[in-house]
């Protein structure tokens, strides 16, 4: 896949853009890169203009001095859609992806023809997970990358997976030690301090698809499952974890390319 580079204000972002058609944005999750959409952009591409960029401090994007805030992150992707000139997309963000989702669903609601959280919630982090973000940071500043992607990997598939899909976990893995430690913490800082943003949930007057992994154990089914109504479609990935886009690819693009071709039938 081509990959490009687009400068937007204070950092230079790395994206993939295939296809042609609607543009359908996708964002990865926390010490991802774009790269985690391989296996699903092939299957989107076909029908649709798929765009996946490196989020600030991850891949081949620049890494500015943390901390970031998740509208911040909000900040470049539409930087990056201006760039582009495209003025509304379909949004899917995938864990911190979603939290930047939201964030462009609050402060700029007239760039979205959908959206979608991917494993990912709208409500903020209690006071004991706060408190696990922050020992993060100290671990990363402390010991380095290694020793953190060496807790944080195994819990981002199902259980029943972290055998079987050797070649996925060693993928996961490599991508989250070659993210940058600066990328990290302010990743995790964005994180820690994001609002409660399930009001903005709850007012979406465009398509929802809210995804969730059958054995996330990061974020469970019923916290991606937070509101509904007409404009919201709820979907299950089954013996998935937290990464479908490796578990179960074909799944995901599957319940991705339903969405559109129902948002199609709408417009």
Known sequence: MERKSVK????????????????LVLLHGLCFTSSIW????????????????????????????????????ANDIIGLLDALEIKKAAVFGHSLGGYITLAIAEKYPQRLSALSLVHSLSEPDSE?????????????????????IEGFYPVL??????????????????LGLH??????IGSLYAIKERPDRTPVLQNMK????????????????????????????????KNAGHTSMLEAPEELAKAITNFMKELKNLS
């Open 8 to 23: 937007v204000k204070d950092v230079t972002l790395s994206y993939l853009d295939e296809g042609k058609g609607q543009p």
């Open 38 to 73: 391989e296996k699903v952009i092939p299957r989107l591409s076909k029908e649709y203009r798929v765009i996946a960029p490196d989020l600030r401090g991850h891949g081949q994007s620049s890494v500015p001095a943390p901390p970031y805030s998740t509208t911040q992150m």
């Open 128 to 148: 004991e997970k706060n408190q696990v973000r922050q020992n993060n940071i100290n671990i990363i500043q402390e010991k380095g990358m290694a020793t953190f």
């Open 157 to 174: 598939f199902a259980p029943e997976n972290l055998n079987k899909l050797t070649e996925e976990v060693n993928f996961a893995k490599e």
């Open 179 to 184: 993210t940058s430690p600066e990328g990290a």
């Open 206 to 237: 465009v398509p929802l698809l809210l995804i969730a992994g059958e054995n996330d154990v990061i974020v469970p089914m019923e916290k991606t499952f937070c509101v509904e109504g007409d404009n919201v479609t709820s979907v299950v990935i």
